[in-house]
Nanobody
Framework: QVQLEESGGGLVQAGGSLRLSCAAS????????MGWFRQAPGKEREFVGAIARGGSRTYYAGSVKGRFTISRDNAQNTVHLQMNSLKPEDTATYYC??????????????????WGKGTLVTVSS
């Protein structure tokens, strides 16, 4: 069982930046993929991005590509999401998730094994 806890959310103006962090209770290296998801009020949870164990492979949703960057530090059991050029439509609760299997899931949203409780990001216009 891997426990995940997000931090770093808050209120930011459009165009600003935030860095989210996810702390894992176990070695993040034991989870092959670490991912970030978000859920806006009244909307379904959606995939934001994911990173493979070694950090060399990353995957991003089209809506955040070029603005968001995922990184992981297996020694510190942490995963980060650097969010730049934030837009009001980025407002959501952001969740960290982990996947133990080495294959890329057909749908990231349904392919994760563990989830955090989320951290709220609000982007004002």
């Amino acid at each position: 069982q891997v426990q995940l806890e997000e931090s770093g959310g808050g209120l930011v103006q459009a165009g600003g930046s935030l860095r989210l962090s996810c702390a894992a209770s176990e070695r993040t290296g034991s989870s092959y993929f670490m991912g970030w998801f978000r859920q806006a009020p009244g909307k379904e949870r959606e995939f934001v991005g994911a990173i493979a164990r070694g950090g060399s492979r990353t995957y991003y949703a089209g809506s955040v590509k070029g603005r968001f960057t995922i990184s992981r530090d297996n020694a510190q059991n942490t995963v980060h999401l650097q969010m730049n050029s934030l837009k009001p439509e980025d407002t959501a609760t952001y969740y960290c998730a982990a996947r133990g299997r080495i294959t890329v899931p057909q749908q990231w949203l349904y392919g994760m094994d563990y989830w955090g409780k989320g951290t709220l990001v609000t982007v004002s216009s």
